[in-house]
């Protein structure tokens, strides 16, 4: 977690810094800067559009008792990739305009089903749960009747 957070809040600014010099070096300082409004601005507007879609596609998928799974993904994808847009630099932008695009997010998301489904099936062969016995001894006590016998008495 240290790893990642480090990665995060030190060495991609750092990246996006050296890229922000080197591009400015060779559009000028006012057009790079203009470069990351643009991108923040039209980034805004393409999440707001694309994140209304599967809003409305997530409620569609739900009102006919569906799960939304790839709705819910895309709608997690739009918003990383609005953070990511509304974070100045080009780098960050370029990952945001990937996670917006369609064929990146169904391969992005092909990959990570793949991955879940792996984990998935090597959980189910790893033989009893510990908790077997337990389910066992609750099962049992569901079977035996039960009563409760007392008294009530309402006080106003």
């Known amino acids: 977690m240290f790893r990642f957070l480090f990665v995060l809040f030190i060495i ?9 010099i080197q591009v400015s070096d ?6 790079t800067i203009a470069l990351v409004v ?3 601005i039209l980034g805004a507007k393409m999440v707001k559009t694309q994140g209304m ?5 997530v409620q569609a998928q739900m009102a006919q008792g569906q799960m939304p799974a ?3 993904f895309t709608g997690i994808c739009v918003v990383i990739a609005g953070v990511l847009l509304l974070t100045p630099g080009i780098m960050t932008d370029v990952f945001g305009l990937l996670l917006l695009t369609p064929a990146i997010r169904n ?4 990959g990570l089903a793949s991955q879940a489904t ?5 959980g189910m062969q790893q033989g009893p749960s510990p908790f077997a016995g337990q389910q066992h001894a609750e099962r049992e006590q569901m079977e035996r009747p039960t ?4 008294e009530y008495e309402r006080k106003d």
Do not use: H, W, Y
């Open 147 to 150: 009563t409760i016998d007392g």
């Open 107 to 110: 391969k992005l998301a092909a």
């Open 118 to 122: 792996v984990r998935m099936s090597a």
């Open 70 to 72: 790839k709705e819910l």
């Open 12 to 20: 991609i600014p750092i990246i996006e810094i050296a890229l922000l």
């Open 38 to 40: 643009i991108t923040a």
């Open 26 to 31: 060779v559009i000028g300082g006012f057009a």
């Open 53 to 57: 879609g599967a809003l409305q596609n």
